[in-house]
């Protein structure tokens, strides 16, 4: 059983860039036809969808977030990494980590981390 | 985008009771539909895949159906544990994956 788990700083200032580790254990990063993906919860409210990465380097991004968002992936490490550039109020959100997972019939995310709250606050 | 939407935002129910929540796509999706289950503080959790495939290791009293714009999550019966927010979201428009705004089930 894949277990992700998110790290990174909990307070982000203004206009600066937010950064997020999520490792895997349980399981190779580079196995299957996997994708990993990003998605944040602000507090109180529903689920968005900011981006994703194969082990290949190929990304997919959510254009409302598109221009400032850079994902990574380190198969050395088991590890895959978001970048949220010029952040504001806005981007106070719990951020996840999820395995975005091809089934027959399409992607879903089966497996998630605990999540990890990020605030932007001066 | 292919906008998602639920309804309703929220209901009461009793333990026993069945449950219906529905989830409408602005277009077409196909069968490109999952359904989540997130109880406070914690991760969502699959429960549907594909409109109608059960994750393993989830209850049967849990089941999904539709296709084209129009989806139903099914719980025939309803258990204590399975007070908490269900979310719609669809895998047809590569790769932009959008979620409905989430129905809370409460007591």
């Known amino acids: 059983q894949v277990q992700l788990q998110e790290s990174g700083p909990g307070l982000v200032k203004p206009s600066q860039t937010l950064s997020l580790t999520c490792t895997v254990s349980g399981g190779s990063i580079s196995s299957g036809s996997n994708y990993w993906s990003w998605i944040r919860q602000p507090a109180g409210k529903g689920l968005e969808w900011i981006g994703r990465?194969?082990?290949?380097?190929?990304?997919n991004y959510n254009p409302s977030l598109k221009s400032r968002v850079t994902m990574s992936v380190d198969t050395s490490k088991n590890q895959f990494s978001l970048r949220l550039s010029s952040v504001t109020a806005a981007d106070t959100a719990v951020y996840y980590c999820a395995r975005d997972r091809w089934n027959t019939g399409g992607y879903s995310f089966d497996s998630w981390g605990q999540g990890t709250l990020v605030a932007v606050s001066s | 985008d292919i906008q998602m939407t639920q309804s309703p935002s929220s209901l009461s129910a009793s333990v026993g009771d069945r449950v219906t929540i529905t989830c409408r796509a602005s277009?077409?999706?196909?069968?490109?539909l999952n359904w989540y289950q997130q109880k406070p503080g914690k991760s969502p959790k699959l429960l549907i895949y594909?409109?109608?495939s059960l994750q393993s290791g989830v209850p049967s009293r849990f089941s999904g159906s539709g296709s084209g714009t129009d989806f139903t999550l099914t719980i025939s019966s309803l258990q204590p544990e399975d007070f908490a927010t269900y979310y719609c979201?669809?895998?047809?428009?590569?790769?932009?994956?959008?979620f409905g705004q989430g129905t809370k089930v409460e007591i």
């Open positions: 979201q669809q895998s047809y428009d590569t790769p932009t994956w959008t």
């Open positions: 594909a409109a109608s």
């Open positions: 990465i194969y082990t290949s380097g190929t990304t």
């Open positions: 277009q077409s999706i196909s069968s490109y």
